[in-house]
């Protein structure tokens, strides 16, 4: 069982930044991060293939997030630049021990979550 931690959250104002960070407890092929707003449903934002670091965003996030790993592989990050009040939400990461994509279904495994606040 892959344990995910997730750490990094917090409240800024919009047009700030914050990075969050996800330690795994092992190697995984894919991890990822998805978000979820209060009434929302859970929506993807970004996931990285930790062999070749080929990464991908979600457009609402695309060329303000990046998503980053370690050289142990082990450990992602997620820079968010630019934020804005409509990135609020409780941030997950998420893990794959083969491909992944941009739906849950394809991550086996989860955090606990990080909440982000981004005020106007």
């Known amino acids: 069982q892959v344990q995910l931690v997730e750490s990094g959250g917090g409240s800024v104002q919009a047009g700030g930044s914050l990075r969050l960070s996800c330690a795994a407890s092992?190697?995984?092929?894919?991890m990822g991060w998805f978000r979820q707003a209060p009434g929302k449903e859970r929506e993807w934002v970004a996931r990285?293939?930790?062999?070749?670091?080929?990464?991908y965003y979600a457009d609402s996030v695309k060329g303000r997030f990046t998503i980053s790993q370690d050289n142990d592989k082990k450990t992602q990050y997620l820079q968010m630049n630019s934020l804005k009040p409509e990135d609020t939400a409780m941030y997950y990461c998420?893990?794959?021990?083969?491909?992944?994509?941009?739906?849950?279904?394809?991550?086996?495994?989860w955090g606990q979550g990080t909440q982000v606040t981004v005020s106007s």
């Open positions: 998420a893990a794959s021990k083969g491909f992944c994509f941009a739906w849950q279904s394809s991550f086996a495994y």
């Open positions: 092992e190697y995984t092929a894919c």
């Open positions: 990285i293939y930790t062999s070749s670091s080929s990464t």
